[in-house]
Nanobody, 117 residues
Framework: QVQLVESGGGVVKFGGSLRLSCAPS????????MGWYRQAPGKQRELVAT???????NYADSVKGRFTISRDNAKNTVFLQMNSLKPEDTAVYYC???????????WGQGTQVTVSS
């Protein structure tokens, strides 16, 4: 059984920074795409950023210029550096990963990020 495990969440002040990490619980083949989604209470889960094994990235407009996604293919680990955090960024952040053209999607349990005003 393979699970994605997120870490790095916490409480931060307005304008602060956090770095999230996500890695599979056991050894597995390199994921084609890994990314981060977030969900605030009462809202739909939304895409934050994704990155392929070739380092192609995609960001939600709301985080462009503030968040940076990166990965370590050897460790199948994805990171999300979050700077200039705003209260609107408060949510549970979920890690996601997929193999190319795969019908299976892997998800983590989520890590809480709270930004105080």
């Amino acid at each position: 059984q393979v699970q994605l495990v997120e870490s790095g969440g916490g409480v931060v002040k307005f304008g602060g920074s956090l770095r999230l990490s996500c890695a599979p619980s056991t050894a597995i083949s390199t994921f084609y795409v890994m990314g981060w989604y977030r969900q605030a209470p009462g809202k739909q889960r939304e895409l934050v950023a994704t990155i392929t094994s070739a380092n192609s990235t995609n960001y939600a407009d709301s985080v462009k210029g503030r968040f940076t996604i990166s990965r370590d293919n050897a460790k199948n680990t994805v990171f999300l550096q979050m700077n200039s955090l705003k209260p609107e960024d408060t949510a549970v952040y979920y890690c996601n990963a997929d193999f190319r053209l795969s019908d299976r999607s892997f998800w983590g349990q989520g890590t809480q990020v709270t930004v105080s005003s």
